[in-house]
C-alpha cells in the first residue's frame, strides 16, 4: 500500500521559510517522479513542483520559480519541498504526489499517488 506523509507545515510569516517533507512507503521511491501540489480554500488544487525520478530535471510553476526548490533523497525515500520568502498568497494544503511520468504534473487529475496535506499559513 503507497503511503505518502507530508509534514513541516506551520504558521509562518510574510517572508519567512518553511521546508516541507515527504515521506514515501509502499512504493520504489527512486522509480517515480515526485512533486507537490497546493490547494487555497475556495480554489482548485494546483501544480507547483515536480522532481524526476534521479532528481536531475525539475520544472515549477511560474508563481514559485527561484522561491521554492524541489529535491530528493532517494536513499532516505524523501522528498522536500524548500519554501523561501513567503507570501501571504502561498497559504493553502501543500500536497505531495508521485506518478511514474513526470509529464503527468501538469494536471492534478492525472497523478496516481497522494498525501493527505499539510497546513502552510502565511500571515502578512
Known amino acids: 500500500q503507497v503511503q505518502l506523509v507530508e509534514s513541516g507545515g506551520g504558521l509562518v510569516q510574510a517572508g519567512g521559510s518553511l521546508r516541507l517533507s515527504c515521506s514515501a512507503s509502499?512504493?520504489?521511491?527512486?522509480?517515480?517522479?515526485m512533486g507537490w501540489f497546493r490547494q487555497a480554500p475556495g480554489k482548485e488544487r494546483e501544480f507547483v513542483a515536480a522532481i524526476s525520478r534521479s532528481g536531475a530535471r525539475t520544472i515549477y510553476a511560474e508563481f514559485v520559480k527561484g522561491r521554492f526548490p524541489i529535491s530528493r533523497d532517494n536513499a532516505e525515500n524523501t522528498g522536500y519541498l524548500q519554501m523561501n520568502s513567503l507570501k501571504p498568497e502561498d497559504t493553502a494544503v501543500y500536497y505531495c504526489?508521485?506518478?511514474?511520468?513526470?509529464?503527468?504534473?501538469?494536471?492534478?487529475?492525472?497523478?496516481?499517488?497522494w498525501g493527505k496535506g499539510t497546513l502552510v499559513t502565511v500571515s502578512s
Open positions: 509502499g512504493l520504489s521511491f527512486s522509480s517515480y517522479a
Open positions: 504526489a508521485t506518478d511514474m511520468i513526470l509529464g503527468k504534473f501538469g494536471s492534478a487529475q492525472d497523478v496516481d499517488y
